[in-house]
């Protein structure tokens, strides 16, 4: 069936550098993305979505790239912090408001 | 931002005993929730989504028998794993869409051990 990022590496960044955290989604009829963060023992925390009728958004810190053609998203952190490390998974959906299928996850681990 | 929260956070049960899980929309009416259960170092994986005043829609390989929900009022939905045993020990977490909003709002999750 589709899916939605089918690795889970480990990214680790010293602090301060830039993450970047990339997703590979293979459902075509996709029109919304979202990244989540989530901490050891707690729920996904939103941290940025996306139309699929754009190709980049900022938020604060943080910035999501959509390219359509290749089906990949990436989620682009800047200045690391410690507070950063956590699993960051991304989602989507076809319709928005509808199910999400979530990605399988990038463990992001940030050294001081 | 909107606040969803989940009751109980955790919860230890015997075998053949069963558990229900809350997921309480607290500032907003919700449409629709959904439940996913998430095993140690993987993916959240959708489990079914819950429409007030109608049966919940169960995804492929899920036993509706097994993981009752009842989606009663706007901000209220819940989850009760029947007869469990220890491969139903997982973090099941709840996300909730408002009426008004339709973006998914997250439980805190809520981590079921059987013994």
């Known amino acids: 069936g589709e899916s939605v990022g089918l690795h889970l590496p480990t990214l680790s960044v010293q602090e301060g550098d830039n993450s970047i955290i990339n997703c590979a989604y293979s459902?075509?009829?996709?029109?919304?993305f979202i990244w989540y963060k989530q901490e050891s023992g707690k729920g996904p925390q939103f941290i940025i979505d996306?139309?699929?009728?754009?190709d980049k958004r900022q938020g604060q810190r943080v910035t999501v790239l959509l390219n359509k053609t290749v089906k990949h998203l990436s989620l682009q952190i800047a200045a690391t912090q410690p507070g950063d490390s956590a699993v960051y998974f991304c989602a989507e959906n076809e319709e928005y408001g509808n199910k999400l299928v979530f990605g399988a996850g990038t463990i992001l681990r940030v050294k001081s | 931002g909107a606040v969803v929260s989940q009751h109980p956070s955790w919860v230890i049960c015997k075998s053949g005993t069963s558990v229900k899980i809350e997921c309480r929309s607290l500032d907003f009416q919700a449409t629709t929730m959904f439940w996913y259960r998430q095993f140690p170092k993987q993916s959240l994986m959708l489990m079914a989504t819950s429409n007030e005043g109608s049966k919940a829609t169960y995804e492929q390989g899920v036993e509706k028998d097994k993981f009752l929900i009842n989606h009663a009022s706007l901000t209220l939905s819940t989850l009760t794993v029947t007869s469990a045993h220890p491969e139903d020990s997982s973090f099941y977490i709840c996300?909730?869409?408002?009426?008004?909003?339709?973006?998914?709002?997250f439980g805190q999750g809520t981590r079921l051990t059987v013994v």
């Open positions: 996300s909730a869409n408002s009426v008004a909003n339709t973006e998914a709002f």
């Open positions: 996306i139309r699929s009728n754009m």
């Open positions: 459902n075509s009829a996709s029109d919304y």
